[in-house]
């Protein structure tokens, strides 16, 4: 059984999409946001037109659909993800303090005052 070599894999030499200095794939939330809007303004676009037969009035409900959607969907997500953010930080603190008084005097005042 023999592998054939190959040029060495460097998932670090990935270049993303660059806008204003910053990488898009690094930022939470902004492809789920931006697929959901560009989804939803086509298909509602589409839907404007076969109801209507205007161009220009399916247009300008599909883009104000994209953007509507696009921010919405961006701060709701954004908003979550803060806030788990937040718990797991609260979390590793507690986990911290706790391995730090693991073992000691302090730990059996706590689990003391727990009991009581």
Partial sequence: MSTQ???PIDNDERKGLI???RDVQQIPCFRNSFLYGIS???GVGILTFLGTSRAKLATHVGFSTFFCSTLIYWFTCRYNWSK????YNKLQA?????ALYEGTEKEKEMQNLEEA
């Fill in 40 to 42: 939803g303004g086509i």
């Fill in 94 to 98: 507690a986990m911290k303090q706790h």
């Fill in 19 to 21: 806008i204003f200095g």
């Fill in 84 to 87: 788990q953010r937040f718990h």
């Fill in 5 to 7: 070599p190959g040029p």
